[in-house]
């Protein structure tokens, strides 16, 4: 295998109770949804024979550069295409350079794959502090009038 592309774009339906019908309406990506392809590739870089290639949710310089960072070796974007327009590569290519100018950073290659556990110490330890931060970073929120009613 050379490769392998980790992207979450499922078509989730709903149902229309008063009519009785599957909705299922293609929504463009948000840029929260870069998590799930965020934790994949971090899982996996390093772990599979071949490269990784993650896309979801990207449609900024943060996007890619929490991509390749975690450890992703190539990233992708669609729905930031739709939004803005072709032209929008051109744009995103140009925020990189400028992001990796600012800093003085010739190329990303030493950035590839720095914030995976593969390269910070003990990879159980990375998984259990993360853990723990997940749980107390936890906030109670209360569900909005939409919610309850579709419960
Ligand atoms: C309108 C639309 C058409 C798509 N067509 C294809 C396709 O033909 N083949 C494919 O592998 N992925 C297709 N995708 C999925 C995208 O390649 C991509 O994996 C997905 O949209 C998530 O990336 P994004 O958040 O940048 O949009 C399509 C996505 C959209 C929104």
Request: with cysteine.
């Amino acid at each position: 295998m050379d490769g392998a592309e980790f992207f979450n774009h499922f078509n989730q339906p709903d149902v229309n109770l008063t009519r009785l019908r599957q909705i299922s309406h293609l929504k463009i990506s948000r840029s929260y949804e870069i998590r799930l392809p965020l934790l994949w590739s971090e899982a996996l870089a390093g772990k599979i024979n071949g490269s990784i290639a993650a896309n979801t949710g990207v449609g900024s310089v943060a996007g890619i550069l929490k991509c390749l960072l975690v450890g992703a070796e190539v990233v992708m974007t669609t729905s930031s295409l739709l939004r803005n327009g072709v032209g929008y590569t051109k744009i995103l290519v140009d925020d990189l350079e400028r992001w990796l100018e600012v800093r003085g950073v010739g190329s990303l290659g030493g950035r590839r794959g720095r914030m995976n556990r593969m390269n910070i110490g003990d990879a159980a330890e990375f998984k259990q502090k993360n853990y723990i931060k997940t749980l107390q970073s936890c906030k109670q929120s209360p569900w909005t009038e939409q919610e309850k009613m579709a419960m």
